[in-house]
């Protein structure tokens, strides 16, 4: 990896965690309710598409430095596995059981159903 991809990556991740700031913010502030809107918001578009740069790479429509910096560095930042899980524990300490199954499982089938059309478009395009 150069220095220069390096620099890149960082930046990249520190403007996808801004930007995770910016719509957990602006989500919250619409949706006022239990369940953890913005971050399935966050995840599921974030694999959407990182699907989609994946698809575009293997199909040779991105360079994978871009898609290295977009995936890994914009992405990585953008995304939340952590913060994901740590909302699902709280929604089973409140004994809110379908609500944090649907944030556990519903969130990863949605996450994963998400990358897989973005892969499909990224592959079309």
């Known amino acids: 990896m150069t220095p220069l991809l390096f620099t890149a990556l960082a930046v990249a991740g520190g403007l996808g965690a801004a930007a995770r700031f910016v719509v957990d913010g602006v989500v919250r502030s619409r949706l006022k309710t239990g369940y953890p809107w913005a971050t399935?918001?966050?995840?599921?578009?974030?694999?959407?598409?990182?699907?989609?740069?994946?698809?575009?790479t293997l199909a040779q429509l991105l360079p994978s430095d871009w898609s290295v910096i977009l995936g890994t560095g914009f992405l990585g930042g953008f995304t939340t596995?952590?913060?994901?899980?740590?909302?699902?524990?709280?929604?089973?300490?409140?004994?809110?059981?379908?609500?944090?199954?649907?944030?556990?499982?519903?969130?990863?089938?949605?996450?994963?159903?998400?990358?897989m059309l973005g892969l499909w478009l990224g592959l079309a395009v």
């Open 40 to 56: 399935t918001i966050i995840n599921v578009s974030g694999s959407l598409v990182l699907g989609f740069l994946a698809g575009a």
């Open 81 to 115: 596995f952590s913060t994901a899980s740590y909302e699902t524990v709280q929604l089973i300490k409140a004994r809110r059981y379908a609500a944090s199954l649907a944030s556990g499982l519903g969130m990863l089938a949605a996450a994963v159903a998400a990358a």
